[in-house]
């Protein structure tokens, strides 16, 4: 694949980490987005089998960021939080955000008041926020370090 990319000119490589894009582009962490396949996808195997009660909370706050992403990447707004039974999702992560002291990922989602806002500013605050949120769940759950 990164050969390709190469190819094609989209592959920038900042400190050690890989993104994709042009320079016009939202440019995106690899090592986070891979993060959050890795994470969402123990998250979600995790309620297809045991049921969200079985979440610790920092899973919870995986999920509910994993479903923010969800919607913001698929549809450009909170539309589909609706509709996969997580409205509160954005409302329950900052709540966890502030809990749990992650100032980073609190003052981004305070952005979600202004649902045009959050959605076109949301790929300069993705590494950052989900950064933090990535480094609270491995201290918190001890998995998933990519």
């Known amino acids: 694949m990164e050969s390709a ?3 094609m000119g989209q592959e920038r490589k900042f400190s050690s980490a890989v993104y994709i894009g042009s320079t016009r582009e939202k440019r995106l ?3 986070l987005e891979t993060w959050l396949l890795e994470a969402g996808d123990i998250v979600i195997q995790k309620k297809a089998q045991q049921g969200e009660s079985a979440f610790s909370e920092s899973e919870r706050a995986v999920h509910w960021m994993w479903l923010i992403d969800y919607s913001v990447r698929n549809a450009g707004c909170f539309g ?3 509709d996969m039974g997580a409205k509160t999702a954005l409302s ?3 709540r966890f955000a502030q809990d749990a002291r992650l100032s980073t990922l609190l003052s981004w989602l305070q952005l979600s008041d202004n649902e045009e806002a959050f959605c076109s500013t949301y790929y300069q605050h993705f590494d950052k926020a989900w950064g933090e949120l990535k ?3 491995e201290r918190t759950s001890g998995q998933v370090s990519s």
Do not use: K, Q, R, V
């Open 29 to 31: 962490n690899i090592d």
């Open 92 to 94: 329950d992560l900052a």
């Open 80 to 82: 589909p939080l609706e």
């Open 135 to 137: 480094d609270h769940y």
């Open 5 to 7: 990319l190469s190819a």
